[in-house]
């Protein structure tokens, strides 16, 4: 699993959150407490005495109390400070500081690797940083519908049905078993017949897989890497990150290729994402409004040859599917 440290940082600062506020739930507590029975704060100040006693004697510090004197000290408050709860109406273990996890005693990590809990919230993390592929909340496998797709046969294409549904299998397919020796795809096909729906699909899969996912949109792709590029922004360090994501997240996907405004320096930046993540055996997903010979006349040769040659190029036909929806 390859961890995407932007998102490993907004994962970690929720969980600093939920242990402050924890941390401040108990702090309420304890002022609830000590205002009803205040003879519970005293023993409190005296177990905290007993633990420094008990450092001290750890360290060699000379002490009049012996070990066992300290530790029979201690039960005894600690029984004391359980009947002052009682008494004033409180559970026994009103004031038990539990640990949130047991298991990495809520710092996020075992043995240096990252804990359940924490993998929880990075995963959270990732379908935020996705939103804005997942605009509907729907976008999944199971809701994907090939009877919007006409299954009469055309001239040259076949039915539009029969490829879709080959072309759904093979999108099921790659997402469950999504890995490094996964094949890069590009989708393309007129506007509408489900290239960003099943996108959004094996996105979900594939980072609930715990795989590192980016998305983007072809326009803001090549945006960021001009702000990086000529330092048009405030924030360059954060522009850098967000096109180092790019880069080297596991699998990138980039939408509408082709509506951005061709340059040269949006060709170059387009060669450098497609080369360096094929170098460094990295997946990458394309969606393109553009047949492949529209994409030969916009980009260089050496865009096309890694595209036709490294990508398994899957076609979508049909009647654009949302215009059905409305009239359905």
């Known amino acids: 699993m390859a961890i995407d440290g932007r998102i490993l940082a907004r994962a970690k600062n929720k969980l600093e959150e939920k242990r402050r506020q924890k941390d401040e739930r108990l702090g309420r507590r304890l002022e609830k407490v ?13 177990l905290r005495a007993t633990m420094a006693q008990l450092v001290g004697v750890a360290l060699g510090a000379p002490s009049s109390d012996g070990l066992e004197e300290i530790r029979l000290n201690n039960v005894k408050l600690q029984e004391e400070r359980i009947a002052e709860l009682t008494a004033a109406g409180f559970a026994k273990d009103y004031l038990d500081d539990d640990y949130m996890c047991p298991k990495c005693h809520d710092t996020g990590f075992v043995n240096n690797s990252m804990c359940c809990c924490l993998e929880d919230i990075y995963k959270e993390e990732q379908r935020v940083s996705l939103s804005n592929l997942f605009k509907l909340g729907t976008e999944n496998f199971e809701s994907f519908s090939l009877s919007y797709y006409d299954d009469s046969v055309s001239a040259g294409t076949g039915s539009p049905r029969r490829s879709m549904e080959m072309v759904f299998e093979i999108c099921v397919e790659y997402a469950r078993n999504f890995s490094a020796k996964s094949k890069n795809l590009f989708f393309n096909g007129s506007p509408g017949l489900g290239k960003t729906f099943l996108s959004a699909c094996i996105a979900r899969v594939v980072s609930e897989n715990g795989f590192s996912v980016v998305y983007d949109t072809a326009a803001s792709v090549f945006s960021k890497f001009e702000d990086a590029k000529f330092n048009r922004t405030d924030d360059i360090e954060g522009i850098r990150n967000e096109t180092k994501r790019y880069l080297e997240c596991e699998l990138l996907i980039i939408d509408d290729l082709g509506t951005e405004m061709t340059t040269s320096f949006t060709i170059s930046s387009l060669y450098e994402i497609i080369n360096t993540r094929l170098i460094t055996n990295r997946k990458t997903l394309i969606n393109s409004n553009l047949t492949i010979d529209e994409l030969r006349r916009k980009y260089s040769e050496q ?24 009239v359905l």
């Open 34 to 46: 000590y205002a009803a029975a205040p003879r519970v704060r005293d023993i409190d100040n005296s």
């Open 303 to 326: 865009i096309m040859s890694r595209l036709e040659g490294e990508y398994q190029v899957l076609t979508f036909y049909g009647d654009d599917i949302r215009k059905k929806r409305n």
